[in-house]
């Protein structure tokens, strides 16, 4: 069922799609108690996608940097707990491509609406040696996606809703971001594309 994308890499088409009604009423909770907002970054811009999170921590961006914090500056509180449902899905697709025992402390949440992208960028503010999970949900996207060294390039992958990509071993590094989302409708989630990311922070 995982397909391989590059070493470390699996992608599982449509696995989430079943849940995605569950999924979302899931992200409308967490969001309710830390709403989704525009980060400002450490060079003074906005990104135009939504962002919130969470679990024990969640990642922030202002203008001092990028961090894991236990709270969310937004509201003061600790962000909310991470949905059963969550954390299972990305226990469950982990272990599907291999990496068993997968438990993350940390759900990213993004929100695209239409023209809303992701430039070029590494995570590097996790752990290394666990894989990420990430969930596509809502209005497809092409996804870029490169190699740990930014001069390889990258390739286009469509992302549909119910998508499942596990990001593990020399993939973990990998140079990735998203193109402007379509002005495109779905079923579930309007003119929105959702993007859920599993991590492990501590
Ligand atoms: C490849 N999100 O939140 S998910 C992010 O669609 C992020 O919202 C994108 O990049 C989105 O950091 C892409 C796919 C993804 C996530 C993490 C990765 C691919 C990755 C980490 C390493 C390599
Ligand atoms: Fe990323």
């Not at 919130?52 to 914090?69: H, L, P, Q, V």
């Not at 003061?76 to 449902?85: A, F, R, V």
């Not at 438990?103 to 503010?125: A, E, K, T, V």
């Not at 996207?141 to 071993?169: K, M």
Request: charged content about 20%; hydrophobic content about 40%.
């Amino acid at each position: 069922r995982p397909q391989f994308l590059a070493p470390g890499a699996w992608l599982m088409r449509g696995v989430a799609r079943v849940q995605a009604p569950a999924l979302l009423d899931a992200i409308r909770d967490v969001t309710r108690q830390a709403p989704l907002r525009q980060m400002t970054t450490p060079g003074g811009g906005r990104m135009s996608v939504g962002m919130s999170g969470c679990g024990a921590r969640a990642w922030i961006s202002d203008a001092t940097g990028y961090r894991y914090e236990a709270r969310d500056p937004l509201t003061g509180k600790d962000w909310p707990s991470m949905p059963g449902i969550l954390r299972e899905l990305a226990r469950d697709c982990a272990s599907r491509a291999g990496y068993d025992g997968f438990c993350p402390d940390s759900c990213l949440i993004n929100r695209y609406r239409p023209g809303d992208r992701m430039g070029l960028h590494q995570d590097r503010d996790e752990r290394r040696d666990v894989p990420i999970i990430s969930v596509s949900l809502g209005v497809s996207a092409v996804f870029l996606w490169g190699t740990p060294v930014r001069s390889d390039g990258v390739r286009r992958l469509v992302l549909n809703n119910g998508d499942v990509v596990v990001w593990g071993g020399p993939s973990r590094l990998a140079w990735h971001g998203v193109a402007p989302l379509p002005q495109a409708h779905h079923p579930l989630s309007g003119e929105i594309r959702y993007n859920l990311t599993f991590r492990v922070t501590a």
